[in-house]
């Protein structure tokens, strides 16, 4: 079992910054990578950025690439997005994830088998 704790989130203006964390716990020994998703009132839940644990190679969606950087301190167990020049259409609830597995569909949200509780990022215009 792999427990995922999210945090980070608020408000912020459009231009903004903010930087969410994930801590991880439990069979950590058995991630093989992390991502992050996110889902919007109304909006299907989308894949954001992921990163493979042990090699540190990073993955992004187009809609935050260049704005959104993923890292990875794998002493704290612990996943980061530095998220960069926010809008408004980047609110929503923001969701870790945590796969035992490789995927090349490391983009579908089914690849992944934790899940933290989310957390809520708003951008004000």
């Known amino acids: 079992q792999v427990q995922l704790v999210e945090s980070g989130g608020g408000l912020v203006q459009a231009g903004g910054s903010l930087r969410l964390s994930c801590a991880a716990s439990?069979?950590?020994?058995?991630?093989?990578?992390m991502g992050w998703f996110r889902q919007a009132p109304g909006k299907e839940r989308e894949f954001v950025s992921a990163i493979r644990w042990n090699l540190d190679i990073p993955m992004y969606a187009d809609s935050v690439k260049g704005r959104f950087t993923i890292s990875r301190d794998t002493a704290k167990n612990t996943a980061y997005l530095q998220m960069n020049t926010l809008v408004p259409e980047d609110t929503a609830v923001y969701y870790c994830a945590a796969a035992l597995y490789w995927s090349s569909s490391y983009f579908n949200s089914g690849a992944y088998k934790y899940w933290g509780q989310g957390t809520q990022v708003t951008v004000s215009s």
């Open positions: 439990g069979q950590t020994s058995d991630i093989v990578y």
